[in-house]
């Protein structure tokens, strides 16, 4: 097939590939040509459990019975020794490390007032450390050779926010931060990383979501997006995509072009700033910048000009 996407000679990671979202990534990179370590701890939806090697294992069985490569490996993300010991398997297995996708994900919901550390930090942990622990060896591997691609998983739940989830939101939204700055330090080595934003049926949304939609988003309509952004012709770094059913779209963090209060000299009163309210708050002509030095450019410029 002309354009065919393929990922032949690719070693790829996919955490949390066991079940749901990742187990879709992982299937199809296999079947696409990549040789994949499929990560999965196999614990139970809120991480707890001393886990399991059923889910990872079956997910290889799959790609085998298929005909592709596949390895597993049951480490838990939440530690330095288990993001080692994933891109040790992929090295070991298969040579090196190609691409990264951070996918493993637990939920622990409450309220603010019963938000305990332990469910704080439980979330922290496997979403916002577990995606350092594993990008960190495999960013060393990818730097090396001048090639890597990662993708993180965040959440609309963050970007947006939910009710009871200010914990995984907090976690969701700070990858996106991992990611900004990964993708300045990617660019000169050709590895980027994008984020994705998906929504789908899984284990982890089967009370949240009612019956009927919970029956149509199936996480396979969410792979094709996450698979283009693992593959050599990923046009783009530092992006995030939202994925929900068949619709596909990009969120972008937009900021208004605002406006210079008083002449510089002097430090605006409270009431000063509340008199242009409107116009520091105006979105029209909002824009991106792709990195803070852009920003602090712009804002310079704008000083100058007003100066
Ligand atoms: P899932 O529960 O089906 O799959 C997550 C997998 O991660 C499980 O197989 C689990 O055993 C594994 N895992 C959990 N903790 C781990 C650890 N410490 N180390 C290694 N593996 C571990 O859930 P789903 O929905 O497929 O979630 C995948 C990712 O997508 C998660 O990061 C989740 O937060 C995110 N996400 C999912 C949404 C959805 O609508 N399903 C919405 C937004 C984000």
Partial sequence: MANEIRFDGRVAIVTGAGAGLGRTYALELARRGAKVVVNDYGGARDGSGTGSSSPADAVVKDIKDKGGEAVANYDNVATVEGGEGMVKTAVDAYGTVDILVNNAGILRDKGMLKMEPENWQAVIAVHLKGAYDVTKPAFTVMREKGYGRIVMTSSSSGLYGNFGQSNYGAAKVALVGFMNTLKLEGAKYN??????????????????????LFQQLKPEFVMPLVVYLCSEECPVSGNIYHAMFNSYNRIALMTSSGIAITDGKKVPTVEDVVAKWDKVADMAGAKEYPALNDLTMAMMGAIQANA
């Fill in 191 to 212: 590895i980027k990383v994008n984020t994705v934003a998906p929504s789908a049926a899984s284990r982890l949304t089967e009370d949240v979501l009612p019956p009927d």
